[in-house]
C-alpha cells in the first residue's frame, strides 16, 4: 500500500481509498475533474455535482441574484434601520455570504459595517440565543 | 477644520421616568453647545426590544441625536457624559461627514451620467435619488 502514495501526492478527494489500483491512477474519482487535486468543495461557480459540498446550505446554482442595493441605486446603507438589515444576517446571527444573497462587492463591504454597527446598539443581533 | 456630522444613539434603561430622560437629553444637548456644536436633530425613538440583553434587560429606550461640530474633541466629552449617566446602559458615536461627501459625489456623478446620454424614455427617470421617501436604501440620515 505503500507504492500507491509515494508516485503523486494523495489526493483529498476519496479517490484513494481504493486500494485495488496497482498503479494509483488519479482518475479513478466519479466526481470532479481528474486534474490537481483541489481543495474545498464545489466552487460558486458554475454547478459541479455536489460530490463533496462543503456545508451549509443548497450547494446548487443560484439563480442569477442581482443585487438589491444595486438595484435601488442605494448610495448609503442605513445601519439605523434594521428590517432591511435584517435579510442579511442568518437566524445565529452570522452574516450571510455574498453567493447566498446575490449582493455586490461594493454593497456587500457596506452592508457589513452597517450589520455591525447595528449589532452594536443592540437593534441586530450578534449570535441568537439558544 | 471643516465641520463634522455625527450620529448618536443612546440607550436607556427603559424603566426611566421620563423627566429623567430629559434630563440626560438636555445634558448632552448642553455638553454639546458649550462645545460649540450643533445638534441638528433629538429624536427619541421610545422603547424598543433589544437584539440581545443589555444589562440584564431586554428593553430599551432609544434616543437618537444628529451633531454638527468642527471640533473633534466634542465626542469624547459626550461619550464620557453618557458613561458616567446612570440610566444609560449603551451608546454609540458615528462619525458620518465623510460617508455623506462619497453619498453625494455619487448622486452627482449618476445624475451627471444621466443627463449626459439623451434617453430614448423621459429623462425624468434620471433623478431617481431624489429623496422621494419610498426608497429605502436612499436615506441617509432619516
Known amino acids: ?130 | 477644520m471643516e465641520e463634522r456630522q455625527y450620529d448618536l444613539i443612546f440607550i436607556l434603561r427603559p424603566d426611566t421616568p421620563e423627566p429623567d430622560i430629559d434630563k440626560v437629553i438636555a445634558t448632552i444637548e448642553h455638553a454639546a453647545t458649550e462645545k460649540g456644536a450643533k445638534i441638528e436633530k433629538t429624536e427619541k425613538w421610545g422603547r424598543k426590544r433589544m437584539a440581545y440583553r443589555v444589562a440584564r434587560l431586554r428593553e430599551g429606550f432609544y434616543v437618537y441625536m444628529v451633531i454638527r461640530s468642527s471640533h473633534g474633541e466634542v465626542v469624547k466629552e459626550l461619550e464620557r457624559r453618557l458613561k458616567v449617566a446612570d440610566p444609560v446602559i449603551k451608546y454609540l458615536t458615528v462619525r458620518l461627514d465623510e460617508e455623506l461627501k462619497r453619498q453625494e459625489k455619487l448622486k452627482k456623478h449618476r445624475e451627471r451620467r444621466a443627463a449626459r446620454r439623451p434617453r430614448k424614455t423621459a429623462p425624468a427617470a434620471g433623478t431617481p435619488s431624489a429623496p422621494a421617501g419610498g426608497s429605502e436604501h436612499a436615506a441617509a440620515t432619516s
Request: a positive charge; proline letters at 15%.
Open chain 1, 1 to 130: 500500500m505503500a507504492e500507491e502514495h509515494a508516485p503523486q501526492n494523495p489526493a483529498p478527494v476519496a479517490a484513494a481509498s481504493a486500494p485495488s489500483a496497482p498503479s494509483a491512477p488519479p482518475a479513478g474519482a466519479p466526481s470532479g475533474p481528474g486534474g490537481p487535486p483541489r481543495f474545498g468543495g464545489p466552487r460558486p461557480q458554475g454547478s459541479r455535482p455536489p460530490g463533496g459540498p462543503k456545508r451549509g446550505k443548497r450547494n446548487f446554482v443560484r439563480k442569477k441574484k442581482v443585487c438589491r442595493f444595486c438595484v435601488d441605486k442605494a448610495d448609503f446603507i442605513d445601519y439605523k434601520r434594521a428590517e432591511i438589515l435584517a435579510p442579511f444576517i442568518q437566524e445565529r446571527g452570522k452574516i450571510l455570504p455574498r453567493r447566498m444573497t446575490g449582493t455586490c462587492a461594493r454593497h456587500q463591504r457596506w452592508l457589513t459595517v452597517a450589520i455591525k454597527r447595528a449589532q452594536n446598539i443592540a437593534l441586530l443581533p450578534f449570535a441568537a440565543e439558544l
